[in-house]
Nanobody, 118 residues
Framework: QVQLVESGGGLVQPGGSLRLSCAAS????????MGWYRQAPGRELVAIIT?????NYADSVKGRFTISRDNAKNTVSLQMNSLKPEDTAVYFC??????????????WGQGALVTVSS
């Protein structure tokens, strides 16, 4: 079984910064892609950063958010700067993983709440 465990999140003032981390554990042979999604209150889940070959940033976060990946540790981080109230959402990491049993899984983290408010 493969799990993604997120950490970070919380309350931050507008203009502030926050960092989310996501670590994969379990029977992981290879991680193909890792990315970040978010779901704002009352809205659908949307991709904000995806890594499939190239790294693609949603226009809403471009220039403010940065993804970094440590392949040796099977972790991915999301650095969020210049946060705005509209960034308030539950953030999910996602990974496409090959397990030790050569099955390919699409795995989600448990979600981390980010609230941007003064």
């Amino acid at each position: 079984q493969v799990q993604l465990v997120e950490s970070g999140g919380g309350l931050v003032q507008p203009g502030g910064s926050l960092r989310l981390s996501c670590a994969a554990s379990g029977s992981t042979r290879r991680i193909y892609t890792m990315g970040w999604y978010r779901q704002a209150p009352g809205r659908e889940l949307v991709a904000i950063i995806t890594t499939s070959g190239n790294t693609n940033y949603a226009d809403s976060v471009k220039g403010r958010f940065t993804i970094s990946r440590d392949n040796a540790k099977n972790t991915v981080s999301l650095q969020m700067n210049s946060l705005k109230p509209e960034d308030t959402a539950v953030y999910f990491c996602n990974a496409k993983v090959m397990t030790m049993y050569n099955t390919i899984l699409n795995v989600w983290g448990q979600g981390a709440l980010v609230t941007v408010s003064s």
